[in-house]
């Protein structure tokens, strides 16, 4: 399957029907894609992964291969239980964590605040676009989110020896809003469970950002946008890199549909047929609505 690209430059151009009606066909129907043209510094994506790369290498590597899991992995590991990776999560709003994190100097501080005020750029962007194709206001999803949550979960999955024992990371879907991913250039193992089967994310390196929704996306969207199973394979070469940014709602957001995506109901069903005697050759979506109204008051 080729997953859905979004040009989002596009969203404000000559092209922004087209463009918006592949936005809602990607959240509508696979609830992942890539987006390309979002205006983030390329020299800054790669300035980001090369920092992960090194300080993995020298912070983390070593402690994650004399874990149990990685000494023991064998006939007593429970797949079930584990994934085979190595990561921590760096908070930057509402409070930033960073200075839980000694080892990162200011060189990397100033690169990712920049980074993640690009990248916050980038969510709010999809978030309108994602509010405007529901029908509703466009700074929607922004509000119910304010103030919002962002962190960044960093992650390397290194090569693992048994790959068919464990996986990087274990089947799930994310709890939060809209996941803006950086990942590898070239190791593979990021999956999502589309139609039956898993589909892999390919790497790349045209420096375009994935993007996938979370479970508050879906309820906001009254399901009819999704979140989606993923999961990342453990590989037995390379180490791969995954720098995976949450732009969800903040703790204290109230999540519900909006009274505009919701169906009709609290009505009798001999009230319903009344008023479908006179609308059956009409417009469906135009009868809901004012059943919608008639029981709302």
Not at 88 to 97: D, E, M, S, T, V
Request: charged share 25%; with cysteine.
């Amino acid at each position: 399957m080729e997953i859905p690209v979004i040009d989002l430059k596009a969203l404000d151009g000559d092209k922004r029907t087209e463009a918006m009606a592949q936005l809602h066909e990607a959240c509508e129907n696979w609830g992942f894609f890539w987006v390309k043209h979002h205006g983030i510094d390329e020299s800054l994506m790669e300035k980001v992964k090369d920092f992960v790369n090194c300080h993995y290498e020298k912070h983390m590597e070593k402690s994650f291969f004399e874990l149990d899991l990685a000494k023991e992995l064998g006939p007593k590991a429970n797949p079930s239980e584990v994934d085979w990776k190595s990561t921590y999560f760096l908070q930057h709003h509402p409070k930033c964590n960073i200075e839980d994190f000694p080892e990162i100097g200011a060189e990397f501080r100033e690169t990712v605040e920049i980074y993640i005020h690009q990248l916050t750029k980038v969510a709010e962007k999809l978030a309108e676009g994602l509010s405007e194709n529901l029908g509703l206001a466009k700074d929607h999803i922004k509000k119910t989110f304010s103030p919002p949550f962002i962190g960044t979960k960093i992650a390397k999955y290194p090569h693992c020896p048994d790959p068919e024992r464990v996986f990087g990371l274990r089947a799930h879907t994310d709890a939060g809003g809209i996941i803006l991913l950086l990942q590898d250039d070239t190791v593979p193992g990021l999956e999502f469970y589309k139609d039956g089967m898993w589909v892999p994310v390919t790497p790349n390196k045209d420096h375009k950002i994935f993007v996938n929704l979370g479970d508050q996306v879906e309820i906001m969207s009254n399901g009819i946008y999704k979140s989606i199973l993923h999961r990342v394979r453990a590989e037995k070469e390379g180490c791969r890199l995954s720098i995976a940014t949450f732009y969800n709602p903040g703790a204290n957001a109230v999540i519900k549909p909006d009274a505009k995506l919701l169906y009709p109901g609290g009505y009798q069903f001999q009230e319903y047929l009344a008023y479908y005697q006179g609308t059956k050759f009409g417009d469906k979506a135009a009868r809901f609505q004012a059943i919608k109204e008639m029981f709302s008051k």
